[in-house]
């Protein structure tokens, strides 16, 4: 079942790809395994998935500790402070930076194990109340705030788009993104690069490719539906 999903999510990303003159490699598929039995992580392994989202540190660093070591772990859920210790040295990308207190808590867990964290800041583009992320506007100073950080390196920002019935009326949010980058490379701050757009989840991924992603987190569409009351 996952094999046919899988099929039909990398079939729609070259297709996108293809649509925005864009090479399919340029697109880093992110499979989101949250909720998910490890039995089901290993399927997809099995099947080649080596990046896996997930959103709690604890669901994580369990999932972390049995499947195999080759595995990429992205952290793209809301992160607490005092939980970044225990996913610093096991997580690839952390997606969801959105305070000066936790950009400072990874530089100070990172330097504890001499490592230098890549990052994306989290842009709440459409200003929903209940989302996490910096307003636009917030972006560059956050990232001159942090730019001297030598522990910390900025990769690129990160949004989660409204859930909307039409992917079409999320293009703008992606497009505001994906603007929003060109004009901080264009500020050229030190520590600083934004070459990675995490942006499309199951609904709007194709869209946000058309507009410049260069991650996808895709969960149901490879997964099924999520059930939450397990
Ligand atoms: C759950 C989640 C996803 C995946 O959502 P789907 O709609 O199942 O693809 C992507 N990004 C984040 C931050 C999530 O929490």
Redesign the pocket.
Known sequence: MIKDQLREVEEKISAACQRAGRNREDVTLIA?S?TKPVETLKEAYDLGIRVF?E?KVQELTQKYEVLPKDIHWHM??HLQTNKVKYIIDKVDLI??VDSLKLAQTVEKEAAKHGLVKDILIEVNVAEEESKFGLRMEEVIPFLEQISGFSHVRVRGLMT?APFVENAEENRSIFADLHKLSVDIEKKNIDNVNVSILSMG???DYEVAIEEGATMV?????IFGA?NYAV
């Not at 987190?217 to 569409?221: A, C, D, L, P, Y």
């Open positions: 989101v949250k989202g959103n793209i859920g997606h969801s989660i989840m199951t609904n987190r895709v969960g149901t569409g999520r």
